[in-house]
C-alpha cells in the first residue's frame, strides 16, 4: 500500500489542524493505521493509531486534544489536533500495520513520506 500525507503548515498557538492520509489499494480497510511525529533532533514518536473498526489509542502528549479517525470507503485516515502548542512542531507520518495496533513503529510495515506541521508560538 501506498501512503500519501497532507495537510500540514504554519499554524499560531491554539489554532486546529486535519492531517489527512490516503492510501492507494483496495484493501485499506485491513490494515491498522498510525499517526507518528519527529521533531528535528529527536527520535520519531507516536501519536495515534486505530482499528478498522474505529478502536483507537493515543499518545499522553495529545490525549484530549486529537482525534484519530478513517474513512474506509475514501482510503483515507485523519488525524484532527485541537489546541496546537509549538511543541507539536514535527514532521507527521502516517503508516499502515497488517497485523499490529498500537504506538511501535517498528511493527507498521508501510510509510508515507510526511508532512510538517508548524506552530508558532
Known amino acids: 500500500v501506498q501512503l500519501q500525507a497532507s495537510g500540514g503548515g504554519l499554524v499560531q498557538a491554539g489554532d486546529s489542524l486535519r492531517l489527512s492520509c490516503a492510501a492507494s489499494?483496495?484493501?485499506?480497510?485491513?490494515?491498522?493505521m498510525g499517526w507518528f511525529r519527529q521533531a528535528p533532533g529527536k527520535e520519531r514518536e507516536f501519536v495515534a493509531a486505530?482499528?478498522?473498526?474505529?478502536?483507537?489509542t493515543y499518545a499522553n502528549s495529545v490525549k484530549g486534544r486529537s482525534t484519530i479517525s478513517r474513512d474506509n470507503a475514501k482510503n483515507t485516515v485523519y488525524l484532527q489536533t485541537n489546541s496546537l502548542k509549538p511543541e507539536d512542531t514535527a514532521i507527521y507520518f502516517c503508516?499502515?500495520?497488517?497485523?499490529?495496533?498500537?504506538?511501535?513503529?517498528?511493527?507498521?510495515?508501510?510509510w508515507g513520506q510526511g508532512t510538517q506541521v508548524t506552530v508558532s508560538s
Open positions: 503508516a499502515a500495520s497488517r497485523a499490529y495496533f498500537g504506538s511501535r513503529a517498528t511493527y507498521y510495515d508501510y
Open positions: 486505530i482499528t478498522s473498526g474505529g478502536t483507537t
Open positions: 489499494g483496495r484493501t485499506f480497510s485491513n490494515y491498522y
